[in-house]
């Protein structure tokens, strides 16, 4: 079915930004490169002027008034032969209160009324099958890594960085140890991306503060650094998440303190010093500010083994063979999610489609 309707993919970003780039700029760009028809479309776009028909369409997240607009969005779709996957890389519970209130009046229709889940993690997947039964994951890889560099950790400074985004309550927990290691430490500089709250309960001159940022400059501010936090108290959404951060901090040479939730579980040993609590987070880090040579071997070890595993071209011509095998059964699938929403209420009744034609 390849051969009678080549595969070409639509990409509709809802809620551009810098989160975009690992999630969508990179690995779609990737897929362009090998030669795959592919169009990445930024908000606000019209879909009869952006989507072509017999297209797989990949719509970041999302966010219909009400279900019955997002079964229009599909029966459209559907009458020019198309498949919509709804792209959702986070547990609902993560966004903000204005966003999950919408998500709730209309019991999810964004994730439901669609033919597929396209996510980032097989557990945030299994959390959302309640909604959505059918979904494929592909995990976040990363398009750049550097050279190792071991050298700056020879630097008598330490720099430490945290930039976790919407972690109030685990970065809370930071300030009293973060406090009393400035006091042992004067020279300690740490590093805070997009955390106002953190940062004035912080001493100022111990504190370099910047606004979220670009990627790259995101990126660059990181590779200064010599550890970063990453904290993650133990809940079910938190689960869900990806190790990006995790596998950024090895890509620029950069220590990690992470846990308890998510990064030991993926972190190969001796890659990252695992805090069994949250409290345990800052003592963790001093001790390994102190060490150096541990310190350089945490990182040459991290950085192998994101240079192995999770190099975005590793992974890209997997995500090619899924989109087709995906597309080549897009009757199948079709059909699936016909059978399944004229099982819920106030749904219309939709037919079932010949993507042959």
Known sequence: MLADRPLRIEVLVNSPGPHDQVRIREPFGALQLLGVDCRIHERPFRFSSCIRPHSLVIWQRPLPDNRQRQWEHLQWLRERGCLLLTE???????????????????????????????????????????????????????????????????????????????????????????????????????????????????????????????YQSYRQVLSSCHIALLPLANNLANCCKTPIKLLEAAAESVATISGPELYPQWSPRDCTLAAPHLDAVVPLAARLAANVSQRRQMVQRAHQWAQEHWSLSRHTPYRLWMYQQLWQKRHCIDGLTVRRLAMLSGIPPMKERDFKS
């Open 88 to 214: 959702w890389d986070d547990h609902p519970d993560l966004f903000p209160a204005t966003i999950r209130q919408t998500l709730a009046a209309t019991d999810m229709a964004a994730v439901q009324i669609c033919h597929m889940l396209h996510t980032s993690n097989a557990q945030l997947m299994a959390a959302m099958a309640p909604w959505q039964p059918l979904g494929m994951a592909f995990d976040n890889a990363l398009c750049q890594i550097p050279a190792a560099n071991l050298n700056k950790h020879q630097n008598p400074g330490i720099r430490v960085f945290i930039g976790n985004q919407n972690r109030h309550s685990e970065h809370a927990s930071l300030i009293k140890p973060l406090t009393q290691w400035i006091q042992q430490a004067p020279q300690l500089q740490l590093v805070v991306v997009g955390d106002n709250a953190l940062t004035q309960k912080l001493p100022t001159a111990n504190v370099e503060v910047h606004p979220l940022l670009p």
